[in-house]
């Protein structure tokens, strides 16, 4: 079995290399190396630690190395991320045992010309007392990509869009592991009930300030392996997507339809909306997600709710029309970078073709929606292109339907300057996930 340095290095290739998703590629690792709980802390902590500071830990080799950068193969290079990574971040490694560990793992890679390149490169850092020379300060786009570890491009959008002091809110948020969140089943328990049950599991959870039904709970260990998860007492919701469901106005007797719905979780926080009454509709492209939906509903004995599968571009007309109409449609994700913390390193061009689907979407279900009928679009993104510029279009070119004001719910609040129907939501804010929802009625 590989101990915790050379699981976390195999699970930083994959993503490096091969695209690989963190959460799932870690997980399997973890499972598949039978790694002991301090070692799967130890491995966890490498890796979302080296993929959050990715970009600072890179200019910092930059300036150390006698190599080019783009001449570093990429074992190597994440190997050194490794061990800027503990030398600078994780006090309780010992400088001299990071740069040992490194070597140690570079050989055990057979990388054995570049061991002593990596020796060199690490122990350079420490005799420059960790120090290094940030970007001027009149070049700020660039010296907060390197201090926070943001692209540029990235930090460039959200000033433009969003202004100095909630950029800095943003990329502020972007490390550490963001909350954990859950969502009372109220077809089945009161939050109250939950709370007291959970207490017997040695779980500590209140309610949020923002939605009654929701519990900010710590020290929950694995939330598959509690009794009250086994139940089907609750479902992991971040409260910014919780916001979204509530923002929808379903109540009890609609017929609704959630055109994107993957995993699941907005279509179950309507159901408990509904409760349990009328009829939901949940929809999504591919065969093993349309499953994940049946069997998440299953669990939390849902028992209006169907899910089928349907592509939310192109399929037309279904049977009958819906009062309720969600796009929650696929997005660059800007919003969750703290959860999945690779995002930030795929190329911005990869993004440019995002929009015209989501406006195709939103668009394509819009004749879903019944007269007088609310069509709802959300993103877990920040970034205007993505958000605010679609639902323009989409009013410009959809006379039927008009912009319909949200209602917010206690505590949220407009930060930046939209038209009502629309609301954007910070991660340094409220403490959810970034977010974009905004609300059309069929007029």
Not at 80 to 96: K, N
Not at 117 to 127: D, H, K, V
Not at 433 to 441: Q, R
């Amino acid at each position: 079995m590989k101990n915790a340095r050379e699981v976390a290095f195999d699970v930083l290739k994959g993503v490096f290399a091969d695209d690989a998703y963190s959460n799932l590629a870690l997980d399997k690792a973890i499972k598949e190396n039978n790694l002991s709980p301090q070692d799967s802390s130890f491995c966890t902590a490498l890796v979302y630690g080296v993929l959050e500071r990715c970009i600072t830990l890179d200019y910092i080799i930059r300036k150390l190395s006698s190599v080019p950068f783009r001449k570093i193969e990429v074992s190597t290079l994440i190997i050194l991320r490794l061990g800027i990574y503990q030398i600078l971040y994780m006090d309780r490694v010992p400088d001299s045992a990071a740069v040992n560990e490194c070597v140690k793992l570079a050989k055990e890679k057979k990388l054995f010309k570049s061991s002593g390149f990596i020796n060199g490169l690490l122990r350079s850092f420490l005799r420059a007392e960790k120090e290094y020379a940030l970007p001027p300060e009149n070049d700020k786009n660039r010296r907060w990509s390197v201090i926070y570890s943001c692209p540029e491009y990235l930090v460039k959008l959200w000033r433009d869009s969003y202004g100095d002091e909630i950029t800095e809110g943003i990329l502020k948020s972007l490390s550490g592991r963001p909350p954990l969140c859950i969502h009372t089943n109220t077809l089945l328990v009161t939050p109250e009930e939950l709370i007291e049950k959970l207490s017997h599991e040695g779980v500590s959870a209140e309610k949020s300030e923002v939605l009654d039904d929701l519990l900010n709970v710590t020290h929950s260990g694995a939330v598959d392996k509690l009794s009250a998860y086994r139940r089907g007492e609750f479902f992991v919701q971040d409260e910014s997507s919780a916001i979204c469901a509530a923002v929808t106005g379903v109540k009890s007797g609609d017929t609704v339809f959630d055109v994107c719905s993957a995993p699941g979780g907005k279509a179950f926080a309507m159901a408990m909306l509904m409760k349990g009454e009328g009829s939901i509709r949940a929809f999504d492209i591919h065969l093993h997600k349309m499953k994940l939906i049946e069997s998440g509903a299953y669990r939390l004995k849902i028992k209006n709710l169907k899910a089928s599968l349907r592509d939310a571009a192109t399929d037309k007309e279904l049977d009958e029309r819906a009062d309720v109409v969600l796009c929650d449609v696929p997005c660059s994700g800007f919003g969750i970078i703290r959860r999945k913390p690779e995002i930030r390193y795929r190329k911005k061009q990869n993004f440019a073709e995002l929009p015209p689907l989501q406006y195709e979407i939103l668009s394509n279900s819009a004749r879903l929606v019944k007269e007088g009928g609310t069509l709802v679009y959300s993103t877990c993104t920040l970034n205007p292109e993505e958000n605010g510029e679609v639902c323009k279009k989409f009013l410009l070119n959809h006379p039927e339907f008009r912009a319909k004001d949200i209602i917010l719910p206690k505590g949220i609040e407009h930060r930046t300057d939209e038209p009502q129907n629309e609301l954007t939501m910070f991660p340094h804010e409220q403490g959810g996930d970034g977010f974009f929802v905004a609300t059309f009625e069929r007029s």
